[in-house]
């Protein structure tokens, strides 16, 4: 694979930003969806970064996102919001809902609020990690439109609802991060080995005809398949329940009949956080979180070093924060086709 371009993320964000702004998005929801949108890629996670820019630019010129939704925030519980975004970008309203809920744990200890009528958030990691960051513990998930075999299907029968769960460290801006795709891969991911030309694993996934496949393109027309069988399948299963189900909104077979794009309109978002002075406090937290990784580190018999969940990440943004945002040739032409022109 050639080498990837890479542009300073400050200019990414800044004409992804540009391009959302022309489409009618206010400038301050503009610019907070660009940088989560950029974010993915300064982590070096491609599959959900600025490659999802010229769909989501589809989708407000075609009416199905809102550029400037009715959005309608209201308390139900002492730690409990409702929110509903009016089909609007789908990372502001993800990052506004877990301000919401880590405003409600402050108060509580705990807080939740469940986001309606969304549209797709793109990375599950950007809002937990922002609630560690702020010295709470972050947990989010989301429905999403079928995308992955299950049961003993051929075909897609469920979404692989993510689930993003953070805590905080004392090294506040590199919280642990754990962010899965209830499927051993996510179709993005999938996605993205086929655009860098690799063969998949076994096991990511079947063709159309419902056969196992190592063929990325031919997954991509098939289905993903759900990690460690019955278990990534069950928890598809109450991620959508904790969601569609709770809010009484569409599931994802309801979002796919209406909008087959990816965008995921009409999903619900759930956002919760752990406030820790409401347990045994956040230096505890801190000072117990370090000791257990030193034991691991110290234990765990590993050929590669020890890695947190979450670490990859945070230190690919330091290493690009230096040298620009890698983008791969054909995102750059994609982002180019969409008005987004890069000097690289």
Not at 34 to 59: C, F, K, N, T, Y
Not at 223 to 229: E, Q, R, S, T
Not at 244 to 256: C, K, Q, V
Request: net charge negative; glycine share 10%; proline share 6%.
């Amino acid at each position: 694979m050639p080498d990837p371009l890479r542009i300073p993320y400050p200019v990414l964000c800044e004409q992804v930003a540009a391009a959302l702004i022309a489409a009618g998005v206010p400038d301050e929801f503009a610019r907070e969806e660009a940088s989560i949108m950029a974010e993915a890629d300064l982590l070096e996670v491609p599959s959900h970064g600025v490659r999802m820019l010229p769909g989501l630019l589809a989708a407000l010129r075609d009416g199905r996102a809102r550029a400037q939704p009715e959005i309608a925030l209201k308390k139900t519980f002492a730690a409990v919001s409702l929110l509903d975004g009016g089909n609007g970008p789908g990372r502001s309203l993800s990052a506004r809902a877990m301000r919401e809920a880590i405003g409600n744990a402050r108060v509580a200890g705990i807080g939740a609020c469940m986001a309606t009528r969304t549209t797709h958030w793109g990375r599950a990691h950007a809002y937990a990690a922002r609630a560690a960051q702020a010295g709470l513990i972050g947990i989010c998930t989301t429905n999403a439109m079928p995308s992955m075999a299950a049961w003993g299907a051929t075909d897609r029968v469920i979404g692989n609802n993510p689930l993003a769960i953070a805590i905080p460290r004392r090294d506040t801006a590199a919280p642990l991060v754990l962010d899965i795709a209830m499927s051993q891969a996510a179709v993005g991911k999938v996605g993205t080995w086929l655009r860098e030309g690799h063969s998949v694993p076994e096991g990511w996934g079947l063709d159309k005809d419902g056969n196992p496949s190592r063929d990325a393109a031919a997954i991509l027309a098939g289905a993903v398949l759900p990690f460690g069988g019955h278990k990534g399948a069950g928890l598809a299963l109450m991620m959508e329940l904790m969601t569609a189900a709770l809010a009484n909104t569409p599931f994802g077979n309801e979002i796919h009949s209406g909008d087959r794009s990816g965008l995921d309109p009409e999903s619900a978002k759930l956002f919760i956080a752990l406030e820790p002075a409401a347990f045994g406090g956040l230096d505890a937290l801190h000072a117990r979180v370090e000791d257990y990784l030193t034991y691991l580190q110290r234990e765990a018999s590993t050929r590669e070093p020890f890695l947190w969940p979450g670490e990859r990440g945070w230190q690919a943004r330091d290493t690009n924060l230096a040298k620009g945002v890698p983008l791969h040739a054909e995102i750059v032409t994609q982002l180019a086709g969409v008005g987004v022109k890069l000097d690289v």
